[in-house]
Nanobody, 128 residues
Framework: QVQLMESGGGSAQAGGTLRLSCTAS????????MAWFRQTPGQEREGVAT????????RYADSVKRRFAISRDNDKETLYLQMNSLEPEDTAMYYC?????????????????????WGQGTQVTVSS
């Protein structure tokens, strides 16, 4: 089973920036849709951003639009999430996810049920 591994989490002040990275034990497949999700205790895991295999299509949750940017470097087999203008409400465990099948993703790209590979998560804490 391919293992996804996140890095780059940590603490930041409100208004600050962090960049998350995600790699895979056997390399990220360029044909996979990739996404970032986040979860706080007692809450559902929510989609933050997603990116198509070629990197030409992205989708964001309304709460992070114009602040976060998802990207992928297929040569380096790495997925990124650049987080700017961080807010305390962004505090959560962030998870990298991959969809090995594209079925249904065009219409519901942030549907967590579409993603079958998950990382262990990296904690992001934003203080005011």
């Amino acid at each position: 089973q391919v293992q996804l591994m996140e890095s780059g989490g940590g603490s930041a002040q409100a208004g600050g920036t962090l960049r998350l990275s995600c790699t895979a034990s056997e390399g990220l497949n360029n044909n996979w849709w990739m996404a970032w999700f986040r979860q706080t205790p007692g809450q559902e895991r929510e989609g933050v951003a997603t990116i198509s295999p070629g990197g030409t299509a992205t989708r964001y949750a309304d709460s992070v639009k114009r602040r976060f940017a998802i990207s992928r470097d297929n040569d380096k087999e790495t997925l990124y999430l650049q987080m700017n203008s961080l807010e305390p409400e962004d505090t959560a465990m962030y998870y990298c996810a991959a969809a090995t099948s594209a079925y249904g993703l065009a219409s519901k790209p942030l549907d967590r049920a579409k993603y079958n590979l998950w990382g262990q998560g990296t904690q992001v804490t934003v203080s005011s």
